[in-house]
């Protein structure tokens, strides 16, 4: 069985910071590129930024210089660090394992950001 865990969000100021983790199991995670998408209320998910298999990054331009995205395959986890965070930050947090024949997805977490 597959899974995908998302865990890392919660509160935190603007200006602040939170690393997102993805923990996958029943996939054998280093064959699979990943991504990070968010969807805020009464918004289309939106992809933030992806690495792939072999460590190569690609972001979106309102996230470029504040997020990070990285994996450690022997942990079987990928990471989202955000820093600089604005309140338009605000959503929930999905990753996302694909090759050209799977694609999966986590539960998503939130991440809100207000003072």
Known sequence: QVQLVESGGGLVQ????LRLSCAASGIIFSNFHMAWYRQAP???RELLATITSGGSTDYI???KGRFTISRDNAKNTGYLQM????????AVYYCNAY????????QGTQ?????
């Not at 820093?83 to 605000?90: A, F, Q, V």
């Open 61 to 63: 331009d309102s996230v």
């Open 99 to 106: 090759t050209f024949s799977f694609n999966y997805w986590g």
């Open 14 to 17: 603007p200006g602040g910071s």
């Open 111 to 115: 991440v809100t950001v207000s003072s």
């Open 42 to 44: 009464g918004k289309q």
């Open 83 to 90: 820093n600089s965070l604005k309140p338009e930050d605000t």
